[in-house]
């Protein structure tokens, strides 16, 4: 009974809306993932911490902009392109995640995700669900409950 499980996990296939933050590509679950767009006339939030880029309003919703590079305690981009932003809710809410560039979606198989590796950067390892070893090139599954989640404990603390 245990090998049949094995079997059928190894078939089972994942989705993933890939990202560019600072370099590292990152992976985002794709059923988290509402929509991607280009971040207009972001209002700044007083007294927000500086992971909270602002809030917009996306097709009358109101969306809070999160800046993964500050999330990620990476310096800002100085090369002076618009950052794009990945569409995620959690609980009802709308946030959208502030990333350099967009990629292609992967799937890739369920099986194929490890435990974070020891030498992963510690400020990506608290936000990462695993990661997968594609070819040359390492990609950070981002767990989204945890990069918003500690968005809330910050603004509970202010």
Request: aromatic share 2%; hydrophobic share 45%.
């Amino acid at each position: 009974m245990a090998s049949n499980k094995t079997q059928s996990s190894e078939g089972a296939m994942v989705e993933y809306v890939t990202a560019m933050i600072g370099g590292q590509l990152f992976g985002l679950p794709i059923s988290r993932v509402q929509d991607v767009f280009m971040p207009e006339r972001v209002t700044r939030v007083p007294l927000s911490s500086r992971e909270i880029a602002g809030v917009l309003n996306l097709r009358g919703r109101i969306v809070t902009v999160v800046d993964m590079r500050a999330r990620l305690g990476l310096p800002q981009p100085e090369d002076g392109k618009v950052p794009m932003a990945v569409g995620v809710d959690l609980r009802g809410e709308s946030y959208g995640l502030l990333i350099d560039q967009i990629g292609e979606v992967l799937r890739l198989p369920e099986a194929g995700m490890e435990e974070n590796p020891v030498n992963l950067d510690p400020r990506m390892a608290k936000l990462a669900g695993g990661v997968h070893r594609l070819d040359g090139q390492l990609m950070v599954v981002l767990d989204v409950d945890r990069v918003l989640e500690l968005e809330t404990k910050v603004q509970m603390a202010a």
